[in-house]
C-alpha cells in the first residue's frame, strides 16, 4: 500500500481547536510526509513554533469571538440572555462582512489545494464542514475530524448536551432533530463552496445524494476512548483515536519565582478563550479568587482572553481590597503556559470545560472542576462527573456555581481519595494512548480503501 505522502489539513478555532492539529501535523511530518495546515489566526503561531507550514485564514477567531460576545453578559442564563446570544450571534455570522471573509477563505483554501496538490484532505465537521467539498474537486481522499462525539448514536446525547441527563432512549431521537434541522441552518454555505468547488450542491459527482450532516465519510473522533468508549452502533469510517496531544518542545524557562511557588501545590483555574461584555472580566475574576480562598488553598490563575486577574477586582469595598491583598500572597497568575509542565504540579485543575484544557488536565491524572460557560463544556463536565474523577457544577451564571458550590468541589476533589485514584487511574489510560497514531494510520486506512463518491487518484 502506499501511503499518502501529501496531506492538507483545514482547521478552524482557538488555541484548544488547533493546537490538537499541530500535534497531528507533528506526527505526520515525523513520518516523513509534506503537510500544509489552512487554520485561523491566532492560535496559528503554535503550527509555525512547530515548524509546520501554514497559511493563516482572513477570518481571525479571535476578533470573532471578542466581537460576538464582548456585549454579552455570558453568564446571563436567563431565557432573555440566551436568546440574545443566539440572535446577536445569528445577525453577526448572516453579516455582509463576515459572510464575504467566509467566502474569500473558502476560495483561499481552494487555491491552496489545488497549488500544494495534496494526497489526502482533513476537515473538520464544525463551522469549516464546508470546506470538505475541497477534496471532492480535486478528487482526492477525504478524512474529516471532530473534537467531540459528533455522528449519531443512542450510547450519547449531542456533544452540547449532558449525559445521563435524559434516558439513553431520547438519543437517537435527538440526533434526528439535529439531522433535520442543522443543514437546513449553514446549507447556503455549502451551497457556496460547492459553488466555487465548480459541483452540483444537491449531489455528490457520483450521483448520490450529497449529506451536510450526518454523512457517510471517513470521521476520526479526537477524544481518549478512556473517557468516552467508541459507540458499538458506529460504522467502522466512524472512529475514536484518542486525544491529539502536542508535547512541550522542552524549551519553556519558567520563572524561578512560579517554580517555588508550585512547590505549594496549587490549584489551577481558567478559562480559556472564553470571553463577554465588560462585567465578565470582573465577574470571573471574582469568582475564581474568592472560590480558592474559600477552599483555603493557593492557585494559579490563567489570564486567558478574558484577562482574569486581581487587577480585575473591585476595591473600592473592603472586602475587595482583602481578596486583593490574599490574591497577591496566594495566587500566581501567568497568560500561558505548557500543559503538560503545569498541570502535573497542580492538586487540581478548575476549568470550563473546553476539549483542550479537559484533556491535559485528564492526562496529567488531576482531579477535576467543570464550571461550564457554553457549546461542549457541559458534555465535557458531566462525563468528568460519570467518570468519578471529579465535579461538574453547572453553568457559570447558574445557582449552582458560586464560591461557595466551587469551593466545596475544589476542597471535595483534592481531600477524596476516591476520586483522586481514579484521576490517577484514568490518566495512566490516557498517557498510554497514541491519538496521533491511529489518526495516522486512519488516514492511510481510509485513502486506501474508503469508497467516496467521486472518483479518487
Given amino acids: 500500500m502506499t501511503l499518502p505522502q501529501r496531506i492538507m489539513i483545514i482547521a478552524w478555532g482557538s488555541r484548544g481547536d488547533i493546537q490538537p492539529v499541530a500535534a497531528l501535523a507533528t506526527r505526520l511530518l515525523a513520518q516523513g510526509r509534506d503537510v500544509l495546515v489552512f487554520a485561523t489566526p491566532p492560535a496559528t503561531d503554535v503550527l509555525s513554533a512547530n515548524g509546520i507550514e501554514c497559511i493563516e485564514a482572513e477570518e481571525n477567531v479571535e476578533d470573532v469571538i471578542g466581537h460576538l460576545f464582548s456585549q454579552l453578559n455570558l453568564s446571563d442564563r436567563s431565557p432573555a440572555g440566551q436568546l440574545k446570544l443566539a440572535l446577536t450571534a445569528k445577525k453577526f455570522l448572516d453579516s455582509p462582512d463576515y459572510v464575504a471573509t467566509q467566502e474569500s477563505d473558502m476560495r483561499r483554501a481552494l487555491q491552496a489545494a489545488r497549488e500544494f496538490e495534496p494526497d489526502v484532505l482533513l476537515t473538520p465537521n464544525v463551522i469549516y464542514g464546508p470546506f470538505m467539498s475541497i477534496a471532492e474537486a480535486l478528487r482526492i481522499p477525504l478524512v474529516t475530524f471532530d473534537l467531540q462525539i459528533n455522528y449519531p448514536t443512542s450510547q450519547y446525547p449531542l456533544f452540547t448536551m449532558q449525559v445521563d441527563k435524559f434516558p439513553k432512549s431520547l438519543n437517537r431521537v435527538v440526533y434526528a432533530l439535529k439531522a433535520f434541522g442543522y443543514p437546513r441552518t449553514i446549507r447556503s454555505k455549502f451551497d457556496k463552496m460547492r459553488d466555487i468547488c ?260
Wanted: hydrophobic share 35%.
Fill in 198 to 457: 465548480g459541483l452540483p450542491r444537491r449531489t455528490y459527482t457520483d450521483g448520490s445524494k450529497f449529506k451536510i450532516w450526518p454523512h457517510d465519510l471517513p470521521q476520526a473522533c479526537a477524544v481518549s476512548p478512556s473517557l468516552c468508549p467508541r459507540p458499538s452502533d458506529w460504522p467502522p469510517q466512524k472512529v475514536m483515536t484518542g486525544w491529539w496531544f502536542l508535547n512541550s518542545r522542552n524549551d519553556y524557562v519558567p520563572e524561578p519565582a512560579f517554580v517555588e511557588f508550585m512547590d505549594r501545590r496549587p490549584v489551577y483555574v481558567g478559562f480559556g478563550s472564553m470571553v463577554g461584555n465588560p462585567e465578565f472580566r470582573p465577574m470571573l475574576s471574582t469568582l475564581a479568587l474568592t472560590s480558592l480562598r474559600e477552599a483555603g488553598v493557593p492557585g494559579v490563575l490563567l489570564g486567558g482572553w478574558a484577562g482574569l486577574s486581581r487587577d480585575a477586582l473591585d476595591t473600592s469595598s473592603p472586602g475587595g481590597r482583602q481578596l486583593y491583598e490574599w490574591a497577591t500572597e496566594n495566587v500566581y497568575e501567568i497568560d500561558s503556559c505548557p500543559h503538560d509542565w503545569l498541570f502535573p504540579k497542580c492538586s487540581a485543575v478548575v476549568h470550563h470545560g473546553g476539549a483542550g484544557t479537559l484533556a491535559a488536565g485528564i492526562r496529567a491524572g488531576r482531579p477535576t472542576v467543570v464550571c461550564a460557560i457554553q457549546g461542549d463544556q457541559p458534555f465535557h463536565g458531566s462525563l468528568v462527573q460519570a467518570r468519578g474523577i471529579g465535579k461538574y457544577l453547572g453553568m457559570v451564571g447558574s445557582s449552582n456555581v458560586t464560591s461557595q458550590t466551587v469551593a466545596q468541589a475544589i476542597r471535595e476533589v483534592t481531600s477524596n481519595p476516591t476520586i483522586s485514584a481514579a484521576a490517577m487511574a484514568m490518566g495512566e489510560q490516557v498517557r498510554s494512548e497514541d491519538g496521533t497514531g491511529e489518526a495516522a494510520s486512519f488516514i492511510d486506512r481510509m485513502a486506501a480503501a474508503f469508497t467516496y463518491p467521486w472518483p479518487t487518484q
